[in-house]
């Protein structure tokens, strides 16, 4: 059965008089707003309302416009979106910052461009809440491995929404409050005839309103009654920005060493309960400990010292010219184990894409050194106890590393990360906001190692019961829930994601069809 479109719907709506308006400016000065107000969803404001709010106005902008003028519209609601929500980029370069925002907000422009084709067919909030999901589904494979940051998932760590992420995972998250949105423009543009009015306006206010309403009663897993004590290290850094590690080797080590000596002391003065296990950062060791007698003897004073397993965070040298970004579990007794290579590297953070290319155009990309390579295993590490899911850093915003993590074994699920260069910018809270949607997603408790913070602890249910603050060393001992039940989620995967990007795909097709018979 052929798709009817709105206009067929809305004969009264297309016959209706008004006064002419400068349209493109308007549409303009929307999508730039919703931009703005999207943004202030995100960390650190983390105003989750507005979500729903900006995505709405985007609706607005390209709603009943062409689908060339759309492109262009969206891109720039785009910009003011990626612009203040990727602002953490700027330690790195200022025309890094506007590199990254100009190619992610070519995504915004081909969604808005599709959108505009698909809001003239029935049920289009729908359709174009579909078509999200595959708009982020995309930035997070391309280009150069993608990058999956700022999805509307991700702006939803403690919210009436997050339920959603036990059911269909980040992408149900991001198509639930896109859905809301479009919603809600549908309330503003829909003008039904008059013995059809309160009815259409009413279904419409309640299934927004509903929508985030189901997300607080999602069933998830209870309490198993297990816990695990698990010791948080933060050791700070003597440097900033790019240059965190500053002029004398080995500064990183042992702050780290120290805050664990420290740790050990308060443990011994009653002070701190005793650890099972003790978690270091990501790069928390700037020597590899593996060839370097010293480094390896640092660690192991500290690893003695406190008693039980470390999970170390190393940059260690493969072959000649390579290296790994790893977590190593380090045991008083029997010294550094068994390991996780990092998978998702950092594009020209940790390698360097079209590297000659690259290198002719930047002398910054020199700072890359040594290329990273990735692990090919998930990161489920025996300690103590329990077998840790270990996820580096980057890692967090990539829905299928840590399901993988999970689904080997991993529980609670430790993210060691060195923020170091993004130090008071919004990428530490957003990056816990993605800590709090993973918890809740896979039922697992989330320990947060940070080299300057934030640290903290994620229960299962998205709330943190513990943080650091930045630039600063700190230690705690936690008691944290072992959760082993998995979520809908983590059984079915990127199912539900394939499923909306599919309907997306055929209203998209329904569109064309409709618009080239026209």
Aim: net charge positive; hydrophobic share 50%.
């Amino acid at each position: 059965m052929a798709l009817k479109t709105a206009q067929d719907a809305e004969p009264a709506a297309a016959a209706a008089p008004g006064p002419r308006v400068p349209g493109a400016l308007i549409r303009l000065a929307a999508s730039v707003a919703g931009g703005l107000v999207l943004y202030l969803a995100f960390p650190p404001l983390g105003w989750w309302f507005c979500a729903p709010l900006g995505m709405a106005l985007l609706a607005l902008a390209i709603r009943g416009t062409g689908p060339r003028r759309a492109a262009w519209i969206g891109y720039a609601g785009g910009l003011a979106f990626l612009l203040p929500t990727l602002a953490w980029v700027r330690p790195i370069g200022d025309d890094a910052w506007l590199a990254l925002t100009g190619i992610e907000s070519l995504f915004w422009a081909a969604l808005a461009c599709l959108a505009a084709l698909v809001m003239r067919l029935r049920l289009w909030p729908l359709w174009v809440a579909c078509l999200w999901v595959a708009q982020e589904w995309a930035r997070g494979l391309f280009p150069v491995g993608g990058f999956p940051w700022a999805r509307l998932a991700f702006s939803q760590g403690e919210s009436p929404y997050t339920g959603f992420a036990a059911l269909g995972g980040a992408p149900l998250v991001s198509f639930t409050v896109a859905l809301t949105g479009m919603l809600l423009a549908a309330l503003v543009t829909r003008r039904p005839p008059r013995w059809r009015a309160d009815r259409v306006v009413a279904g419409t206010l309640l299934a927004a309103i509903a929508v985030p309403v189901l997300g607080l009663v999602v069933p998830r897993p209870g309490d198993e009654g297990r816990t695990v004590r698990i010791g948080v290290i933060q050791g700070n850094v003597p440097g900033r920005g790019m240059y965190f590690l500053g002029d004398e080797p080995a500064v990183v080590l042992r702050n780290h060493a120290d805050e664990t000596h420290r740790m050990a002391e308060a443990v011994r003065a009653g002070k701190l309960p005793r650890p099972d296990i003790v978690v270091w950062p990501e790069n928390s060791t700037d020597i590899d400990p593996y060839s370097s007698a010293f480094a390896r003897q640092v660690i192991e004073s500290a690893v003695k010292d406190i008693g039980v397993p470390v999970l170390v965070g190393a940059v260690v040298k493969i072959g000649t010219d390579k290296r790994a970004t790893r977590g190593v579990v380090w045991d008083p007794v029997t010294g550094p184990g068994a390991y996780y290579d990092k998978r998702r590297l950092v594009p020209f953070g940790e390698y360097t894409p079209m590297k000659d290319l690259f290198l002719a155009l930047s002398s910054r990309a020199n700072l890359v050194g040594r290329q990273s390579v990735a692990g090919d295993r998930p990161g489920a590490l025996r300690m103590g106890p329990v077998t840790v899911g270990t996820v580096e850093c980057y890692e967090v915003a990539f829905d299928s590393t840590v399901r993988e993590t999970v689904l080997a074994g991993g529980t609670p699920l430790v993210v060691q990360t060195n923020n170091a260069s993004y130090a008071l910018t919004n990428l530490p809270p957003q990056q816990l906001a993605m800590s709090q949607l993973r918890a809740v997603e896979f039922n697992r408790a989330v320990v947060t190692a940070a080299t300057t913070g934030i640290s903290a602890y994620v229960a299962p249910d998205g709330r943190v019961g513990w943080r650091t603050g930045e630039l600063v060393a700190g230690m705690n001992v936690l008691d944290v829930p072992v959760r082993t039940k998995n979520t809908v989620a983590a059984e079915v995967g990127a199912l539900p994601e394939w499923i909306l990007i599919l309907m997306g795909a055929g209203a998209t097709v329904a569109a064309i069809s409709g618009r080239r018979k026209s």
